[in-house]
């Protein structure tokens, strides 16, 4: 889906058992990308957004996608619209979701301590290779060689969306054109789908985002705006 996928296991398994899991979580994302990818005209997103496929033939994962993206509109007050670029494109949902279940399969599959990092969304669990909680750096926006800060933690879900990579490509639905006024909202909860698409959401609220991610229950956050503005919640899990 246009991004980079990076997988750190921090189990002591053996170095087969590693490949393994490996192999395993980057097969299913390869999978995803191939079934939800708006890029690939045969995927099933885009034949079912051409109409070539029904929902009652979708695969059980686009259907739970669908509906899940239609609980998200809601949620959002119609901001999180899978739809607002015209076509279908529920790639704000789906690259955390996607992320999340590798991260649920690996915890499955005997390996609790790992990170899994789809384009900047980051799903953590358990504690790094040193023994300490994993340390996330959160691009600054301005400059991509620095970080703007760091969220630690034991089992986290870190979303970020901003425009400092694809420019303004999150679309206001409510006016049809590009959201202005965040240049990135990150938001952190347990849940790596639920997260991304909060945090799309936020950016496609504009200035408003930063409102309605303050009245938003069980998440964290932390916000940079166009003219610099740095504000975050007050719980936001910061680390050195």
Known sequence: MGTAISLDL????????????????????????????????????????????????ASIDLRATL???ADLWGETDGFFDAYATGRLDPSGYVKGWSAQVASDRLVEAGAPNHCVNAGGDVRVRGRSHTGEPWRVGIQDPW??????????G???AVATSGVYERGHHVIDPRRGTP?????????VGTDLGIADAYA????????????WLGRLAGHEWAVVTDDGRTPRSGRLPLGN
């Open 10 to 57: 921090a189990d002591d398994l053996s170095p087969g058992r590693l490949d393994e899991l490996a192999e395993q979580v980057f097969d299913w994302l390869r999978e995803v990308d191939r079934r939800f990818s708006t890029y690939q005209p045969d995927s099933e997103v885009s034949r079912f957004d051409r109409g070539e496929v029904l929902l009652s033939q």
């Open 67 to 69: 509906e899940r993206c």
């Open 143 to 152: 400059d991509p060689s620095r970080v703007s800060l760091v969220v630690h």
């Open 154 to 156: 034991t089992d986290l």
């Open 179 to 187: 959201a202005r006024g965040l240049r990135s909202v990150t938001v």
């Open 200 to 211: 799309t959401a936020a950016l496609a609220m504009g200035r408003a985002g930063v409102g």
